[in-house]
């Protein structure tokens, strides 16, 4: 179903929080015999049905799977489940068990962590994302049987600078074909509207069709760029918005580079073969393991997957209970492996965990603008942060609700550069392709996320463990967010491992390895209206 291009979707949020209980209605056994009864619901939540002498019983929740949660809008496919449910620790636990019991089959394991999962284990545990980061190595490596333990900050490096430089190029190509005439019509839209009073949001909806021929050289280029590191937000894309598809980033996620890594890089330099390896991701989201199970990441040459077996924060959770691991003893081993984001300190002589300035949702807004406004315009001055570090050269204002974000990039002159924008969660996803679908996304760059409140938020992470009276959602949110910012942000160029790795293993950015490692497809689903009746509900 299309959106009106007039219609704002203000109150829309589909979203489940993290780990939260997702039931079907109670049901209710009635008996012949049974007179009525009525159906009490408690402050916890929970169900009881009271009979005619005043008796409670409680009611047992239903559970629910991920093809029923989502069939009514089919984002989930009796295919795609069966690919999440092959996904598990069992099935980690099954490749460790053959490695110990039949050498002939033995695969090497490599586990590579994403840092919002260590962020929400740090918030549980009260403990530095360098602590989890090394008691998890201890906990797969010495206590499993894992061979390497790897941090996906690494891999996001790669990522945001593929991304990078995917936006120059296009801003580069739509400079190049009439934008420059558009870019001098907003300019002066602007001029208006502050010689009027007014400010550039208020610009942007009565000026949108001001601007001629805005639309289709925009469109023509593919600008907006919109992110395409979540999952979630580019499955929902390719299966109800497939005219969006040419806007969303080719730069492969985070979880995907590492898939590049691992299953080329490492392999080849341990003269391993790709199918040998056993590669399992840890991530904030279940919509991750819909992202490794992709036809586009399945290396047929070697009948195998970049990324194996995607585990959430709450399966390895559950995994410390399985095993009868109390994580709060568990000792720290030593990083010592090749994509990992750590250094020793000089002062402390203590191993330090580095990631991205930024969002915890990878920081990509921050640094795609930093670089675009050093490749496109020579301006060094950008904060890494602009939201964090209040800066004259970056605008920041925030949107209707906590999850939008407007990002200004100014000229010496004050004008307007770049124009970028965050969108978390449906709600907000909605109102923005309605905007590129219409031709009246006047941003040049936006970072899209599923989830409110992104990735720090995601529905894999661990559930609030404390008392609603205690810490609220929010409050858990905000204290999980406070743990991923210790991390000092570093930027990808300052990464020498990385820099070194990317020059033996990739050279020239614009080769066809680089695409073939570093890039990927998006594939629009067609939807099959033939017999719309025949749909079971």
């Known amino acids: 179903m299309a959106f009106s291009s007039a219609l704002v979707l203000t109150d829309l949020n589909d979203y489940i929080a993290p ?14 015999n049974a007179g009525p009864s009525e159906i009490k619901v408690d402050q916890q939540g929970d169900y009881y049905e009271i009979s005619k002498d005043g008796g409670e019983s409680k009611l047992e929740k239903a559970s629910i799977t991920l093809n029923d949660c989502l069939a009514c809008s089919g984002c989930v496919t009796s295919a795609e489940s069966v690919l999440i449910t092959m996904q598990s620790q069992e099935e980690l636990y099954e490749i460790l068990n053959t490695n110990r019991s039949d050498p002939s089959k033995h695969r090497t394991v490599v586990v590579s962590i994403s840092p919002q999962s260590r962020a929400s284990l740090g918030a549980k545990y009260n403990l530095s994302p360098i602590q989890v980061h090394r008691r998890l190595i201890s906990f797969f490596k010495h206590h499993l049987g894992a061979h390497h333990v790897f941090d996906t900050s690494f891999s996001r490096d790669l990522s945001l600078v593929e991304s990078a430089r995917e936006f120059v190029e296009r801003y580069r190509l739509y400079m190049a074909n009439g934008g420059d005439k558009i870019e001098e019509a907003l300019q002066q839209q602007d001029q208006q509207q502050e010689e009027a009073g007014g400010d550039r949001r208020s610009r942007r909806r009565r000026g949108a069709g001001a601007a001629a021929g805005a639309t289709g050289a925009q469109q023509q280029q593919h600008l907006p760029m919109l992110a395409s590191a979540c999952p979630g937000w580019v499955c929902y894309a390719e299966k109800t918005h497939g005219a969006v598809i040419p806007h969303i980033a080719t730069a492969k996620s985070p979880q995907q580079m590492m898939g590049s890594l691992v299953k080329d890089y490492l392999a080849k330099k341990t003269n391993t073969p790709p199918n040998a390896i056993y590669h399992v991701a840890v991530m904030p989201c ?112 925030a949107g209707k609700n906590a999850d939008v974000r407007e990002y200004f990039l100014q000229g010496d002159d004050g004008r307007i550069l770049l124009r970028f924008a965050t969108a978390f969660g449906f709600r907000n996803i909605q109102n923005i392709v309605r905007k590129v679908k219409s031709g009246k996304c006047q941003y040049h760059y936006v970072e899209v996320m ?88």
């Open 450 to 537: 599923a989830c409110p409140g992104g990735c720090a938020n995601g529905g894999g992470q661990l559930p609030n463990p404390n008392d609603e009276q205690v810490m609220s959602a929010k409050e858990w949110l905000n204290r999980v967010e406070s743990v991923y910012q210790t991390v000092p942000g570093v930027a990808p160029e300052e990464n020498e491992v990385l820099k070194t790795i990317y020059n033996e293993w990739i050279g020239d950015p614009n080769s066809d390895q680089a695409k073939r490692l570093l890039r990927t497809q998006y594939h629009a689903v067609t939807e099959n209206l033939a017999n719309p009746l025949a749909t079971k509900w």
């Open 286 to 397: 279940y919509d991750k393991k819909l992202e490794a199970s992709r036809p586009d990441f399945f290396l047929e040459e070697f009948d195998t997957r970049e990324v194996d077996c995607v585990l959430t924060t709450g399966e390895i959770e559950k995994m410390f209970q399985e095993q009868s691991i109390d994580f709060t003893q568990v000792p720290e081993a030593q990083v010592d492996d090749m994509f990992n984001k750590t250094a020793l300190d000089p002062t402390t002589q203590i191993t330090a965990s580095y990631g991205t300035a930024g969002s915890s949702s990878g920081g990509y807004l921050e640094y795609i603008m930093a670089t675009a406004a050093r490749e496109l315009f020579g301006i060094q001055d950008v904060p890494a942060d602009p939201a964090q570090t209040p800066n004259a050269r970056v605008i920041v204002k």
């Open 19 to 32: 780990s939260q209980a997702c039931i079907k209605p109670v049901e209710v056994h009635k008996s012949e």
